[in-house]
């Protein structure tokens, strides 16, 4: 959607190590960037970074709401949602949405998608991490401006980075002919790479030092991204990510305690399918496996 870049500049913390009491399960790194030269800037990708889940569906959900999209449309994207809180982002899937939202928004007006704020507002706000905005609070009292930074539309971006008070939103922007949208994109896809574009015009613009900034993201597809800066930090990082995290010593916050349980459950449902498949001897050693262990001598679990 469309928009334009938000202004901001600052210093990296000194000392700081922040790493809020409460932000969740970290390794590696401190939090600080220390003894660089100029202004760093923190970058905080939206979707499982600053809040559980994707912004997307709650669009989707005030777009159904008024019309603009049908039931099977929803149902589509709660699917897409709750698969990505699961797995986290593809390239394939992240291209398939934006082709959506660009076919979904042509000859929409601009006025008409404005007025979805509240209800897109109203799902997103209770779902942001406590832990990931006293980050970003700290980056600013610190000096350093924050921005979001994420694949989601211009309009989201901004409308988030005014009411969390951060100093500017940077989506992916859609143009605007006579006041509608034409469906067609009206600058680089803000994903992979397109991230670091974005982040260079900022530098660029303001002044900002990208080895002296910090970046926070939870896919791998934001790895350009991570690397573009001197810290970087993965939220609740997919397979990829965290093996990488784990391998450059980056540090790493858990917050999505949905997500995990989830995962759980889907392994428990796999045992159950394989016991349900194997012979008897072996259904019994593969349930037993989905069972806890207990102690020999009082039954209870170790």
Sequence with gaps: MAGALS????????DSGHTPDGSGHASGESGH??????????????????????????????????????RRRLARDAYENFRFRLL????????DVRKRVG?????????????????????????????????????????????ILTAASQ???????????FDGGIGSRSEVIDGRYTGRPAGPFNYREGKVLAMQEVAGRDGVDLDASCAYSDSESDLPMLRAVGHAVVVNPDMALRRIALQEGWEILELDQLARR??????????VAVAAL?????????????????????????
């Design 7 to 14: 202004n901001g500049s600052g210093h990296a913390p000194e």
């Design 33 to 70: 960037v220390s003894e660089r030269s100029g202004r760093g800037a923190a970058f905080f990708d939206l979707d499982k970074t600053l809040m559980a889940g994707s912004s997307g569906i709650f669009f989707a959900r005030a777009a159904y709401e008024s019309g603009m999209i049908s």
């Design 88 to 95: 986290g982002s593809t390239d394939d899937r992240a291209d």
């Design 103 to 147: 076919e979904m928004i042509a000859g929409v007006r601009v006025r008409d998608l404005e007025r979805l704020s509240p209800r897109v507002l109203a799902g997103v706000l209770p779902r942001l991490y406590p832990e990931m905005l006293e980050r970003a609070y700290a980056h600013q009292d610190a000096g350093m401006p924050v921005y």
């Design 155 to 165: 309009e989201m971006a901004d409308l988030l980075a005014r009411v969390l008070a």
């Design 262 to 271: 989830l995962k759980l459950l889907a392994v428990g449902g796999a045992v």
């Design 278 to 302: 194997a012979p008897a001897p072996a259904r019994e050693r593969v349930r037993g496996l989905a069972r806890p262990r207990r102690s020999a001598d009082n039954g209870r679990e170790p």
